[in-house]
């Protein structure tokens, strides 16, 4: 089974899948080793290692060759972030078949204006586009997949945008009418309430997909329990376990004047190469340099 068919699969059984976010092939590699089933492509982690914000400053081109490079480390199904699609549903009808082609197994593409702005920050300016836009740019995405096994995953953003449950369950069944194969909803509220009533009232065919960053309390398994959800996104742990690493081992060399305190409790130069690949280029070494 190739891995657009492994992803669809695991994304449809009853067992919840897990994502971990990334935002370069060595986090990916990481999150693969660690035993996450998928990769988050992540827009929010690749701005924030741009040093940017979430919010379409980076290019279309930018994320796509770091998607493309993401699939080319791991083996795991690497889910895209296409944010709104990069413009409307013609931009994406040329861009679908690009990450396809990039190694991605999935994208995720959200209800609202281009250029988006970020969802978890307070009052960030969240703007809905029309359910019949929106819809269009569903099926724009569908219509472009070369294999069929490739998801397309809805995001609604309602909630964010406090358009409340009835509006984010009249865009969630309108995008799964129009052929979206699974529904993201995101909620930025600390408690779990809004989702798990959403979920409670979701009615859909299609699995739902959850982003638990701004309620970390909700457990793998009582998502596992709620039974309608197929794929959980831990959307920014690797950016924000990054940030925090290299901020606590920065200020310890300062503080103590070189880095001999900190270097027997940091990863080995060897750990690094075995990452990077070093076996397989020994490999070929081996086999081609004669
Ligand atoms: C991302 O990781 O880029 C996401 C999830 O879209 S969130 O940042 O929570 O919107
Ligand atoms: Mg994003």
């Given amino acids: 089974m190739n891995r657009n068919a492994r992803f669809r699969q695991k994304l449809q059984d009853s067992v919840l899948t897990h ?24 827009g929010f982690e690749l701005s924030a290692s741009y040093a940017v914000p979430d919010a379409n400053i980076l290019s279309h081109s930018q994320h796509l060759d770091m998607m493309r490079a993401i699939a080319a480390a791991v083996d795991v199904p690497v889910i895209a972030d296409i944010d709104t699609g990069f413009g409307n549903a013609v931009n994406v009808s040329y861009i679908v078949p690009q990450y396809e082609a990039a190694g991605c197994s999935a994208v995720v593409m959200e209800d609202k204006t281009f250029p988006k702005d970020t969802s978890l920050r307070a009052a960030g300016r969240q703007e809905l586009v029309r359910i019949e836009e929106f819809q269009g740019k569903v099926e724009a995405a569908c219509g472009a997949r070369r294999d069929a096994d490739f998801c397309v995953i809805a995001r609604t953003e309602a909630l964010i945008a406090g358009a409340g449950e009835q509006e984010a369950l009249a ?118 340099l004669k």
Wanted: hydrophobic content about 45%.
């Fill in 19 to 42: 994502a971990m976010s990334a935002h370069n092939p060595l986090s990916a590699r990481l999150a693969a080793e660690a035993g996450f089933d998928a990769i988050w492509g992540s």
């Fill in 171 to 288: 865009r969630a069944s309108a995008y799964e009418a129009a052929g979206a194969d699974a529904i993201l909803i995101h909620s930025r509220q600390s408690e779990p309430g809004e989702i798990l009533s959403f979920v409670a009232a979701w009615r859909g065919r299609v699995p739902l997909v959850l982003v638990p960053t701004a309620y970390p309390q909700l457990r793998e398994s009582d998502i596992q329990a709620l039974g309608k959800v197929g794929l959980v996104i831990y959307g920014n742990h690797a950016i924000r376990a990054a940030v925090g690493a290299m901020r606590d081992v920065f200020a310890r060399i300062r503080r103590d004047g070189g880095i001999h305190e900190v270097d027997a409790g940091l990863p080995s130069v060897k750990e690094i190469i075995g990452l990077q690949g070093d076996a397989g280029m020994r490999e070929l070494e081996r086999r081609y």
